[in-house]
């Protein structure tokens, strides 16, 4: 479940990111989403100046550049991510499958302007302990200290789901009385009762 998050965060500020660069094909013979997070980014990782090798960075929200998570489709890269233990990544543009496996996999990809994205680097890179508050219920990215109080858009249902860790068959399950209840005043219209 997801509904506040206050969290440092890394900066990853590269564009065009892609699903290889974040989980390499030759790791995704596993069915299980355990210990990906060891591979997460795994060539970069050789680099000794990478920012996840750094002491400097660290929490729960990743900050990357534009296009994130292009190539192709492999929702190991949201595994990795995860287990890794980031639950929210913020950048100016998703690829598409890579957005909806996120969010089919509790973790919450934060789109925002390229100028506010260039903004939230800066403030990281100036004092790598500050806070960002990621409040789902109000939709807004809140860094009191800089001012910013940035909204961003989640479908609805999604934020219902991510809210309450909900899959798309939890979710249905939560409706069941409703569910019941339809069914039950299309049966009495049927049989013809009032």
């Given amino acids: 479940m997801i509904t506040k998050i206050i969290s440092t965060a890394i900066p990853l500020p590269l564009k065009n990111i892609d699903t290889d660069q974040i989980i390499p094909a030759e ?3 596993a069915t299980t989403r355990k210990n990906f997070g060891k591979k997460l ?3 970069w990782r050789n680099k000794k100046n990478f920012v996840l090798n750094s002491k400097k960075f660290f929490g729960k929200i990743l900050v990357v550049g534009y296009n994130f998570g292009c190539g192709s489709s492999r929702e190991h890269a949201v595994w990795a991510l995860k287990d890794y233990g980031f639950q929210v990544v913020i950048s100016s543009y998703f690829a ?7 969010l089919n996999n509790s973790l919450l990809p934060i789109q925002v302007s390229e100028k506010i994205l260039q903004k ?11 806070k960002i508050t990621i409040d789902l219920a109000n939709q807004q990215i809140i860094i009191p200290e800089d001012n910013i109080k940035e909204y961003f858009y989640i479908d ?16 249905v399950l939560s409706l069941k009385e409703q569910i019941i209840s339809f069914e039950r005043a299309c049966h009495s219209r049927e049989s013809g009762n009032p």
């Fill in 156 to 171: 609805p249902y999604k934020k219902i789901c991510l809210m309450n860790g909900y899959d798309d068959i939890d979710y």
């Fill in 96 to 102: 598409d499958i890579f957005k909806n496996n996120a």
């Fill in 27 to 29: 790791f995704l013979k």
């Fill in 41 to 43: 980014f795994f060539a």
């Fill in 120 to 130: 939230i680097f800066k403030i990281i890179n100036k004092d790598p302990k500050i």
